[in-house]
């Protein structure tokens, strides 16, 4: 047992002050900084008291980015590969955890291990496979019969070519593989003897009884989608699919450019809103998901 005392208190109280202007901190110098003007952003010292430049500030970053189209792509892009992860990783812990089979247990851990494997180990490939849906295919047929197939078809510059690519997750899977193994055996048998089939006890009992977890991996799928830059700067050259991180590059200051890093952090402050407001109104049943997991 941990005994209180004041000395202890006052200790873990200047640790979670501490802690908190850490993470605040950042927002803190954005906020101030996208309300001042170029002269009073560069200056030494930083001013940390905002400005009255604000809605200028993020007039000119909206309209010289074009984040209007920009965060509508990339909101399209998360959604796409929330509800794509959210969906793959469900029915794959419930065919991991409800179904009998020897290797399930190989199964979860062939798609657990894929963790070790994120995005930037395995980019090369990827982008070689949607850059040529058919590769695999015709190397394949060449190597066999000898026969070149001139077909080409790939996902460049397409919503296809930025979300299916980024579908799966072991993360999910795991989530609600833990969540799935916290229900009793008693459960399916039920549902089994009042004639209920795989496909409706999943629908009708499973799903709803996971909506705490849903919502957590939505909430962490949804900032995963919406943070990604390396794919979408691979896979776009059309600017028509430009998403929000590859307009904030065009916000950025070059080296022999006018500083104006007010419009940069107006910028940033626009494009970080969305995450910001998802997890804001998703934040009790995110918490209540990560803890229902782990029970």
């Given at each position: 047992?941990?005994?209180?005392?004041?000395w202890s208190?006052?200790?873990?109280?200047?640790?979670?002050?501490?802690?908190?202007?850490?993470?605040?901190?950042?927002?803190?110098?954005?906020?101030?900084?996208?309300?001042?003007?170029?002269?009073?952003?560069?200056?030494?010292?930083?001013n940390?008291?905002?400005?009255?430049?604000?809605?200028?500030?993020?007039?000119?970053?909206?309209?010289?980015?074009?984040?209007?189209?920009?965060?509508?792509?990339?909101?399209?892009?998360?959604?796409?590969?929330?509800?794509?992860k959210?969906?793959?990783?469900?029915?794959?812990?419930?065919?991991?955890?409800?179904?009998?089979?020897?290797?399930?247990?190989?199964?979860?851990?062939?798609?657990?291990?894929?963790?070790m494997?994120p995005?930037?180990?395995?980019?090369?490939?990827?982008?070689?496979?949607?850059?040529?849906?058919?590769?695999?295919?015709?190397?394949?047929?060449?190597?066999?019969?000898?026969?070149?197939?001139s077909?080409?078809?790939?996902?460049?510059?397409?919503?296809a070519?930025?979300?299916?690519?980024?579908?799966?997750?072991?993360?999910?899977?795991?989530?609600?593989?833990?969540?799935?193994?916290?229900?009793?055996?008693?459960?399916?048998?039920?549902?089994?003897?009042?004639?209920?089939?795989?496909?409706?006890?999943?629908?009708?009992?499973?799903?709803?009884?996971?909506?705490?977890?849903?919502?957590?991996?939505?909430?962490?799928?949804?900032?995963?989608?919406?943070?990604?830059?390396?794919?979408?700067?691979?896979m776009?050259?059309?600017?028509?699919?430009?998403t929000?991180?590859?307009?904030?590059?065009?916000?950025?200051?070059?080296?022999?450019?006018?500083?104006?890093?007010?419009?940069?952090?107006?910028?940033?402050?626009?494009?970080?809103?969305?995450?910001?407001?998802?997890?804001?109104?998703?934040?009790?049943?995110?918490?209540?998901?990560?803890?229902?997991?782990?029970?």
């Amino acid at each position: 047992m941990i005994q209180r005392t004041p000395w202890s208190n006052a200790l873990t109280y200047t640790l979670m002050v501490l802690g908190f202007l850490v993470l605040i901190g950042p927002f803190i110098v954005i906020i101030s900084g996208a309300s001042q003007t170029m002269v009073q952003i560069n200056a030494v010292p930083f001013n940390f008291v905002p400005q009255d430049q604000f809605l200028v500030n993020l007039k000119t970053a909206w309209t010289r980015a074009n984040l209007g189209t920009a965060m509508l792509n990339s909101f399209a892009m998360a959604v796409i590969v929330t509800f794509g992860k959210v969906a793959l990783s469900a029915m794959t812990a419930f065919a991991i955890v409800f179904f009998r089979t020897r290797l399930k247990h190989v199964f979860f851990w062939v798609v657990f291990i894929t963790l070790m494997l994120p995005l930037e180990v395995r980019v090369v490939p990827t982008y070689s496979v949607a850059a040529d849906l058919f590769q695999p295919f015709k190397l394949l047929i060449g190597a066999l019969t000898g026969i070149e197939i001139s077909v080409d078809w790939n996902l460049l510059n397409s919503y296809a070519g930025l979300t299916l690519p980024l579908v799966a997750t072991a993360t999910g899977t795991f989530l609600y593989r833990q969540f799935f193994l916290t229900l009793p055996d008693e459960l399916a048998e039920a549902a089994r003897m009042d004639g209920s089939g795989p496909v409706r006890f999943f629908f009708d009992i499973l799903l709803p009884l996971s909506r705490t977890n849903m919502l957590a991996l939505t909430t962490i799928m949804f900032v995963y989608g919406w943070n990604q830059y390396l794919w979408p700067l691979l896979m776009v050259t059309d600017p028509s699919y430009t998403t929000a991180l590859m307009a904030l590059r065009s916000l950025v200051p070059s080296d022999n450019g006018t500083p104006d890093w007010n419009v940069t952090l107006a910028g940033s402050l626009i494009i970080m809103a969305p995450p910001l407001l998802l997890v804001a109104v998703l934040q009790r049943w995110f918490v209540r998901g990560l803890v229902s997991t782990e029970k």
